[in-house]
Structures are given as C-alpha cells and as structure tokens.
C-alpha cells in the first residue's frame, strides 16, 4: 500500500463518530502510514442527528457525496493508483457507484483498491433499515457494492456468517472489533474512580429503539425493586441527544417508570459528561439485539465499569465468552443475579475488552496492508471461528 485514502464518518455529539477519526488517525501516524484524510462538509454545524435514529438521513448522505466529490477531484488530477487503497468506514456511501464507473474507463495503472466497513446493512434483520422499509432498495445497493471491491470487514464472525447467507462474493474478513482509542477515552476523564467509590448505578447508554429493546431494561428495573432484599440502584439512561425513541409505547413507559422514581433520564449528554458518568457508576447494561460488538463496552470497560450484555450474536465473542458477564437471553432472572455479583466487585478480566477492541484499527490496516489473511473468511468451513477465544 503506497498511500491510503481514509473515508471517514461525519461527527456528531451523540455517537462514537465524534471521536472515530482521531482514533483512526492516532494509529495511522504511530504506524507510519502515509495517509490522507478525504473532507467532506457537513450540512450543519449542529452535530445532531434530527432525521432518522443512527445518522442524521440528510447529514449522512449529503456529507458523503460531498467527500466523493473531493475524492473524484484527486482521481482526476492523477493523485491515485493501483498502489493505493480508499477505505471507506461506512459500506453505506452516498455516490459511491462513481467508482466502479469511473474504474472501469481508466487505465488498470490508475485504479485503487476499494475496502468497505460493514456496520450492519440489511443483513441484519433488526436494522434500522428494516424498521424503515428500505430493504428491497438496499439489498440491491449491497451487491453493487459486493461486486467491485477488494473487501469487506466484518466486525465478528455471526456478521460474517450474515453475508455469506446473503450470497456475498467479496473476501470478507472478520476485524473482530470496532475501531476504539482506549488512552484518548481514558483521558477525558480526571482519574478512574476506584469501584468501590462508585454510585450504585446501572447504566443504559444504546439508543432508546426497539432494536436496543428498552422494555426489557424496563422489566429488569421492575423486577429488581419489586424483589425484596435487594440493594437500592440507581437505574438511569444516558442520550447524547434528547431521549427518543422509533416506539412511542417505549416513551410512555420510560415517562411512567420516571414518575415513579424507578429511572433516571441523563440526556443532552456531551461526551466527557458521559464518561463521568460511567466513571462513576458500577455496570453499564445492555440488552441490544444487534449491536455488533458494541463501543459502550469498550468505553465502560476503558473506564473501570463493570459491563453485562446478552449471550446473543456477537456478544460472546466480544466477551470471550465470559459466562458470568453474560446473561441468557431474554432471562431476566439470570441477568438480575450476574448483575447482583457485578454490582459488588470489580470483575478480574476487566479491561481486557477494551484492550482487545484498542488493537482493531491495528488489525484493520494489517489487511489493508496484505497481512491479514488469518482473518480472511472465505473457506466453506468459516463457522468453526465461532468457538474462539480471540483474546
């Protein structure tokens, strides 16, 4: 790889992309890479996603047709070959058919290879682009994609094994990971909080949609105060946005259980705040159909909290299969007992996650780079990568 071209996400305050570059670029240069950093523009200096639940509908693609528009500039002028690589974070890019149209007219000499990030798409079936009908026109979208780039990068092996049965061609490679700065996150905050300084308090930080599925949270916040002998909590949710939700019986119910003093709400959060938060708080929770790894977990993990997730899709492999952090599934008394235990004590593997997930972007360039051919999935026998430990 000569030079890589980093196609990356627009920032807003209420997700990780805020803070996605930087982590990017931070392993870029301690790398050596020699890299550039493709602008886009942003359709307002708000940072606020107003249209739709994961990226603003309108920031998302008007940024990325954008950072097209600059990257078709430098094709233009000569600036890439076939020694370079365009990275995109999202596989998901508004104008990314100019590519293979523009390739496929130009001498071999000039044409770069082309890596997507695969965040979900509609081989997830409780995406967002599920819940808003856009599947058909997706799926479509997907094998275009599909067919002219060097790779697609997974975050786990259940995503790997979503694109196969969807008939991708492309080499896939698990990263194992999402893209985390474990030092940049530490850093916001003053100092880890020993635990047993910690606020007993649950923390809830995925979105507030059915995908996340809140009501669950609910139900284990009823269970745990209607079940004599147990400590008090503090149950809360934290929003880098005002709280919302793709359920209306979702927002009637959080209104209902906050009357009751059962939930706190902590919205409008700017990240340093948030991290305060957890840094102060004893487990983030999380009960999320697809979170696909997942940064709460890195973030809480970074951050001296103890964490529970689901025994569900990707999950395990994050976690390495560590039974007593993972719950069954939908069971609300074997979460209510792990829970019990890790509200009490740190756990001994913690730090372990985030340390792992710190080392993604590592191995996402050492693909781009040739040198990842033990994460390719391409074999007929991918699935044996379940039972892992990858740390």
């Not at 094709?75 to 149209?101: T, W």
């Not at 905050?189 to 609910?218: C, L, T």
């Not at 709280?243 to 409008?268: A, C, H, P, W």
Request: hydrophobic content about 40%; some cysteine; aromatic content about 12%.
């Amino acid at each position: 790889m000569r030079k890589l071209y980093y196609m990356g996400l627009e920032p807003y305050k209420a997700r990780y992309t805020l803070q996605l570059q930087d982590w990017n670029t931070a392993v870029f240069d301690r790398r050596g890479l020699d890299y550039v950093v493709v602008p886009g523009e942003t359709l307002s200096n708000d940072q606020a996603i107003v249209t739709g639940q994961v990226l603003d509908a309108h920031g998302r693609t008007y940024f990325g047709m954008s950072q097209l528009m600059n990257l078709i500039r430098m094709m233009k002028a000569g600036e890439l070959s076939n020694e370079d690589i365009i990275y995109f974070e999202d596989m998901f890019q508004p104008g990314i058919e100019s590519l293979p149209y523009i390739m496929d007219q130009i001498d071999p000499s000039l044409r770069p290879r082309i890596f997507v990030r695969c965040l979900a798409q509609s081989i997830d079936p409780d995406d967002f682009v599920h819940v808003w009908g856009m599947a058909g026109w997706m799926g479509h979208y997907e094998k275009m994609v599909d067919s002219f780039v060097s790779g697609v990068l997974a975050t786990n092996e259940e995503m790997v094994m979503h694109m196969k049965i969807a008939g991708w061609k492309a080499p896939v490679y698990n990263i194992s990971g999402l893209a985390f700065g474990k030092a940049e996150v530490q850093s916001r905050v003053a100092s880890i909080r020993p635990f047993h300084s910690r606020k007993h308090r649950v923390v809830f930080s995925a979105r507030w949609d059915q995908e996340k599925q809140p009501d669950f949270y609910m139900d284990l916040i009823e269970a745990w105060n209607d079940q004599p002998g147990l400590e008090p909590v503090e149950f809360c949710v934290c929003s880098g946005g005002r709280l919302k939700s793709n359920s209306d019986s979702y927002m009637q119910r959080t209104r209902d259980l906050v009357e009751r003093g059962l939930l706190t709400i902590y919205e409008d959060l700017e990240k340093n705040e948030y991290y305060n938060i957890v840094n102060d708080s004893r487990v983030v929770f999380n009960c999320a159909l697809q979170d696909w790894v997942s940064n709460t977990v890195s973030e809480a993990d970074a951050l001296g909290c103890n964490v529970l997730y689901p025994a569900y899709r990707s999950f395990p492999e994050t976690f390495a299969n560590d039974h007593s952090r993972l719950y069954v599934p939908w069971s609300i008394g074997d979460a209510m007992d792990k829970l019990e235990a890790l509200l009490d004590r740190p756990h001994p593997a913690m730090g372990a996650i985030s340390d792992y997930n710190n080392g993604t972007i590592d191995r996402i360039i050492d693909i781009l780079q040739g040198d990842g051919e033990d994460l390719l999935r391409m074999s007929t026998d991918y699935r044996k990568h379940t039972r892992e430990y990858k740390y």
